[in-house]
Each structure stands twice: as C-alpha cells, then as structure tokens.
Nanobody, 124 residues
Framework: QVQLVESGGRLVQAGGSLRLSCAASGRTFNIYTMGWFRQAPGKEREFVAAISWSGGSTYYADSVKGRFTISRDNAKNPVFLQMNSLKPEDTAVYYC?????????????????WGQGTQVTVSS
C-alpha cells in the first residue's frame, strides 16, 4: 500500500501562485508515475500533470502548460506542483495520485492510489 498526503491548497487571487506538495509513504518502490488531477464542482476529474518516479519525464495538460510545473526532489520524496498565473478556472480540489504500471498517465483510472485532495480557490 501507498499513502499520499497533499498540502498547500488555499485561497489565492487571480494571477497569484501556489505550490502544492504530495508526500508518499509506504511501498513507494513500486511507483512508476506520480500525477496531479483536479476536480471542480459539477465536473469530472481531469488530468493536470504527471512525473515519472525518477523525475526524468514530465507531462502537462494543455490548459496548464507554461503556468504549472511538476517536480520531484528525489532526496526528499515529495512531489510538487508549482502553479503560477492562476486563473479562476483553476479552482478545484487537487488530488495527488500514484500508479504502479506503465499505462497511460493521462487516465485517472490507471492510477492505483489517491490522496484526499486539497482545495485551491482562485478569486477574480
């Protein structure tokens, strides 16, 4: 089992920045990819960004490319999501996820473990 704990979500004004963190514990040696997803009220959960466990490969949704950066400090484990130039449409609960397979990183159904989520609210 893998446990994921997110932190860093809060209320921020449009144009501002936030950094989300995701700490993984447990049987992390099987993790292949870490991802961030988000879900706004009344909408489906959508892919935001992903990173290979080694940190060598990163992937982004078109809606956040150039504004968000996913990273991982191998020495300290957490996965970070740096979010800049935030927009009201970025408002959502952000979830950290981990998968132990090589299936497509973009699909939420391919992830084995999920955190509880952290609320990000961007005011206009």
């Amino acid at each position: 089992q893998v446990q994921l704990v997110e932190s860093g979500g809060r209320l921020v004004q449009a144009g501002g920045s936030l950094r989300l963190s995701c700490a993984a514990s447990g049987r992390t040696f099987n993790i292949y990819t870490m991802g961030w997803f988000r879900q706004a009220p009344g909408k489906e959960r959508e892919f935001v960004a992903a990173i290979s466990w080694s940190g060598g490969s990163t992937y982004y949704a078109d809606s956040v490319k150039g504004r968000f950066t996913i990273s991982r400090d191998n020495a300290k484990n957490p996965v970070f999501l740096q979010m800049n130039s935030l927009k009201p449409e970025d408002t959502a609960v952000y979830y950290c996820a981990a998968k132990e397979n090589r299936r497509y990183y973009l699909l939420a159904s391919n992830y084995n473990y999920w955190g509880q989520g952290t609320q990000v609210t961007v005011s206009s």
